[in-house]
Every structure is written in structure tokens, then in C-alpha cells.
């Protein structure tokens, strides 16, 4: 089974900075896409950007310029910096990845989600 577990979530001021990871364990081939997503109380998710295992990005207009997504392939690893936070970017932050399980069996996997709550 494949696992998708975030950290870096917490309590940041207006302005500030705050850098999730996403790590994926468990038994596959590759890690294709990954990406970050976004939930705020009574809203729906909001994708916020994308990176290829190549390394191709893709950002929402809502983030583009402040948040930052990278990955690292040898840690299967993740990556959103976001920067000049807002109070409006509070919301449960998901990662999400496509993963290539075995030859011809490629899945889509939710991590459990991390709170990011920018208030002063």
C-alpha cells in the first residue's frame, strides 16, 4: 500500500512563510504528478499546483508569485513553500500523487492533510 504523509502545517502571521512536505512510502515503481491542494472550512478543494517527476510546474493564479512547489525524486518527496501567507490561504493542505504501483497499475493517492492557519 502506498502512503502519502504531509508535515510542516501550524500557526503563521500575515506575511509570513510556512514549508510543507509530503513523503510517499510504502511499495510502488515511480512516483508520477504530484501536487498540493487546498480545502478552507465550507469550500470546496482548490488545487494549487502540480510538478512533473521531470519537473514541470503548474501553479493556480491564487498562488502564482507566493507559493512554490518542487520536488525531490531520490526521497520521493514533495515540496510548497509559500510565502507572503494570507489569511485567506488558512485551509487543510492535501498532497495528492499519482503512482505508478506496479507495471500498467497507476493510482491516485490523498495524504491525510495538514492545518495551515495564518492569523495574527
Known amino acids: 500500500q502506498v502512503q502519502l504523509v504531509e508535515s510542516g502545517g501550524g500557526l503563521v502571521q500575515p506575511g509570513g512563510s510556512l514549508r510543507l512536505s509530503c513523503a510517499a512510502s510504502?511499495?510502488?515503481?515511480?512516483?508520477?504528478?504530484m501536487n498540493w491542494y487546498r480545502q478552507a472550512p465550507g469550500k470546496q478543494r482548490e488545487f494549487l499546483a502540480s510538478?512533473?517527476?521531470?519537473?514541470?510546474?503548474n501553479y493556480a493564479g491564487s498562488v502564482k508569485g507566493r507559493f512554490t512547489i518542487s520536488r525531490d525524486n531520490g526521497q520521493n518527496t514533495v515540496y510548497l513553500q509559500m510565502n507572503s501567507l494570507k489569511p485567506e490561504d488558512t485551509a487543510v493542505y492535501y498532497c495528492?500523487?499519482?503512482?505508478?504501483?506496479?507495471?500498467?497499475?497507476?493510482?491516485?493517492?490523498w495524504g491525510q492533510g495538514t492545518q495551515v492557519t495564518v492569523s495574527s
Open positions: 495528492n500523487a499519482d503512482v505508478l504501483e506496479k507495471m500498467a497499475l497507476l493510482s491516485n493517492f
Open positions: 510504502g511499495t510502488f515503481v515511480a512516483v508520477n504528478a
Open positions: 510538478v512533473t517527476r521531470t519537473g514541470s510546474t
